[in-house]
């Protein structure tokens, strides 16, 4: 493994073009598979080791910040690095090369999903929903043992899975986040962080206050706007915009949101939806391209490459508003200690929140059967035990769920 690079290397290539940020982004988003995780592992191979664009002080830094920003961290990550690199138009290049390849993969899929869940491929596409309660499971296991280290965050994580289980809704859940954000800065205890270098965040202070107060106008005024109209395009955007704004934790904590939104609507279905979020774990590259798929298979007038496309921009719109406009003010807020013991709360809510999901789908959807529930404690124990690519433990469920039907 090469050393971190020196300041002095890493200045040689203060800038960079477009296009070649979009083919940096455009090779890991056809081959990054894994999760938000092992996507930053990627990034720091492709970008600190090989490219050197930055070194790991900033790198980490850049980490932080996005894992501290509500969206998905991973893409965040991918936005401040095209935008460092290139400017506006970098971030831009970074997110298209990043995100198209499954966008466009999981929109094919719908457009041949709701045929074979009609003939002989639905235990195919069941063995998918299956496969997703496992996945959902693997999460909270894992996001669990990192957010819920001692009995308080254990404490609000349980009363969050309650509370959600109890009432179920969008609304519920940005309720039990903001709880355990008020319950963590008041009674949560956190190490001093330690002050690092914060290099040029290529956004001056201007631009970053009208780029959050873009976000904010977005997130009161969708919500408005779309109750005063009979504009199902527009309520489409804003549910999604606001899966996007208010999710904290990564891709799979988009799962509870969205299904409250778009399966209570009627929009779509429970088994599409289902069938659609396991799919999403056999293509590279960011969960939050699931949203393409949901535009894809709904109803008119959205559906299709345009509800595709719509969707997906309005889930990952409040990540570029976010990231850009918190970029200058990163290096202050996060030496505040009242934010690290808020966030220690939020991220044991969506510990909580997830794990109401996770019953949501096992005990009441996907796993029905005593064949059911093997599938999961099958692709459950590949994925955790035999570190299995998700890849391949979609193709077998699907394959499982094809004999058992």
């Known amino acids: 493994m090469q050393g971190t690079p020196r300041s002095e290397e890493l200045q040689t290539q203060a800038h960079g073009h477009p296009l070649e940020v979009f083919g940096a982004f455009l090779k890991l988003g056809l081959t990054s598979f ?51 690199r290139a400017g506006w138009w970098g971030a ?18 719908a457009f041949g999903v709701s045929h074979w869940a009609d003939g002989r491929w639905a235990g195919a596409l069941h063995g998918l929903q299956v496969m997703t309660v496992a996945v959902v499971a693997q999460a909270v296991w894992g996001m669990s043992k990192s957010f819920c280290t001692d009995r308080l ?13 109890l009432w179920s809704s969008a609304l519920s859940q940005v309720l039990v986040i903001a709880v355990g ?20 965040p290529a956004v001056d202070r201007f631009t970053a206050v009208v780029l959050l107060l873009i976000f904010a106008s977005l997130l009161i005024g969708l919500p408005l706007a779309s109750g005063l109209t009979d504009s199902a395009v527009l309520a489409a955007f804003s549910d999604f915009y606001q899966a996007g704004a208010l999710v ?26 289902l069938a659609g979020y396991g799919a999403a774990q056999a293509v ?17 007038p959205l559906g299709g490459w345009a ?13 570029f508003l976010l990231v850009a406009g918190a970029l200058p003010f990163w290096e202050i807020l996060r030496q505040r200690e009242a934010i690290a013991r808020a966030m220690g709360g939020i991220n044991a809510a969506v510990v909580g929140i997830l794990g109401a999901a996770l019953y949501d789908l096992g005990w009441t959807h996907a796993a029905g059967s ?15 035990f035999g570190k299995v690519s998700p890849v391949w433990v979609a193709c077998m469920a699907a394959l499982a769920g094809v004999v058992l039907g």
Request: aromatic share 10%; net charge neutral.
């Open 153 to 165: 965050r254990a404490a609000i994580a349980l009363a969050a899975v309650l509370l959600t289980v």
């Open 307 to 319: 509800g595709g496309l719509l969707t997906l921009l309005a889930i990952f719109l409040p990540s």
């Open 34 to 84: 894994g999760g938000p995780i092992a996507h930053l592992a990627y990034f720091r191979a492709e970008f600190v080791e090989r490219r050197r664009w930055l070194d790991d002080h900033r790198y980490s830094d850049l980490v932080a910040l996005c894992q501290f920003l509500p969206g998905p961290a991973s893409s965040q990550v991918g936005m401040a690095l095209g935008l460092g």
């Open 181 to 200: 954000a008020v319950l963590g800065w008041r009674f949560l205890s956190s190490p001093h962080r330690i002050s690092v270098e914060h290099r040029d």
């Open 370 to 384: 005593r064949a059911d529930v093997v599938l999961v404690l099958m692709a459950y124990g590949l994925l955790v």
């Open 284 to 300: 590279p590259g960011p969960l939050f391209t699931f949203a393409a798929y949901l535009g894809a298979v709904m109803p008119a």
């Open 248 to 273: 904290f934790g990564g891709g799979h904590v988009v799962l509870p949101l969205l299904q409250s939104t778009v399966v209570a609507s009627g929009a779509v279905s429970n088994d599409l939806f």
């Open 92 to 109: 831009l290049a970074a997110w298209f090369g990043f995100t198209l390849p499954s966008a466009m993969a999981l929109m094919l899929f």
